[in-house]
Nanobody, 122 residues
Framework: QVQLVESGGGLAQAGGSLRLSCAAS??????????MGWFRQAPGKEREFVAG????????YYADSVKGRFTISRDNAKNTVYLQMNSLKPDDTAVYYC?????????????WGQGTHVTVSS
């Protein structure tokens, strides 16, 4: 089984920062061979893609709403992916999910974490 465990969520003020982490594990899971990503779901809204990072050359890509504010990175030695969130806005309030897929994490990721709550106050 594959486990993705998010951490780092919490309460932040508008303009502040938070750093999310996602630790991956699993007997048949090779972290370095999976694209990793972050999604979020705000209350009453559908889950949306936030950021992704490939496994080959660590190419990164972002939703327009977070470009220039969020940074995704990965540490293959620690089987961990991060999401640095700066200049937070109240609209960033959501449950943030870590995801993994051997091919395209943006489309339909094969693996999901349980989510971590982020609340941004104005």
């Amino acid at each position: 089984q594959v486990q993705l465990v998010e951490s780092g969520g919490g309460l932040a003020q508008a303009g502040g920062s938070l750093r999310l982490s996602c630790a991956a594990s699993g007997r048949t899971f090779t972290f370095s061979r999976n694209a990793m990503g972050w999604f979020r779901q705000a209350p009453g809204k559908e889950r949306e893609f936030v950021a992704g990072i490939s496994w080959t050359i660590s190419m990164t890509y972002y939703a327009d709403s977070v470009k220039g504010r969020f940074t995704i990175s990965r540490d293959n030695a620690k089987n961990t992916v991060y999401l640095q969130m700066n200049s937070l806005k109240p609209d960033d309030t959501a449950v943030y999910y870590c995801a993994a897929d051997p091919y395209n994490v943006e489309a339909r990721p094969k693996y999901w974490g349980q989510g971590t709550h982020v609340t941004v106050s104005s």
